[in-house]
């Protein structure tokens, strides 16, 4: 695929893919409000509630550390600084993981076909705007958000806790 040439051209795909998540996004509500079944498979309901909680977790923790790494200059203006701190430590992508959790916590929830339809056009959406997020990044941040990028996996937890680890045991050393 060609790459947009203009910050024009980049504004209008980065409008055109949010429309089109969040209306997949409101989709998938609706499928659960309109289909929910709570005679349904009764585990998946409980796995289903259980993971819209963590990914509703997840999804708080990331915005309030991404606003942490907003840093206020004298004069009101304001300067973004790299996050590595709370979920950010773990993966590079945990509000990504948060929406992630809650569109699969749906998907449980409604139990139907059309919910695993929407969720999988969702998740691609997702990794186009990840690949694109962290490209606007590396043009941001540089050879400092590249060096985050080898140790902090993309959206990985299970890897992320388990490099953060590793991390803390050298330290210690």
């Not at 079944?37 to 309030?64: C, P, R």
């Not at 790494?69 to 992508?93: C, H, M, P, Q």
């Amino acid at each position: 695929m060609e790459q947009p040439s203009t910050s024009h051209e980049r504004r209008v795909i980065d409008t055109v893919g949010h429309a089109a998540f969040i209306v997949l996004y409101l989709l998938q509500i609706i499928f659960f409000v309109l289909f929910y079944d709570s005679a349904g498979l009764v585990v998946l309901l409980y796995i289903g509630w259980g993971v819209l909680v963590v990914g509703t977790a997840f999804l708080i923790s990331a915005s309030n550390s991404r606003k942490k790494g907003n840093v206020s200059k004298e004069g009101g203006t304001g300067r973004t600084v790299l996050v590595e701190s709370g979920l950010y430590a773990f993966v590079r992508n945990p509000e990504f993981l948060g929406h992630l959790l809650i569109i699969l916590a749906l998907v449980f929830l409604a139990q139907k076909w059309f919910s695993v339809v929407t969720c999988a056009a969702m998740i691609a959406l997702f990794w186009i705007e990840i690949a694109l997020e962290e490209k606007r990044d590396v043009e941001k941040f540089g050879d400092e958000y590249e060096d985050y990028m080898r140790r902090v996996p993309r959206i990985n937890l299970l890897v992320g806790i388990l490099r953060h680890r590793g991390r803390k045991r050298k330290i210690k050393a």
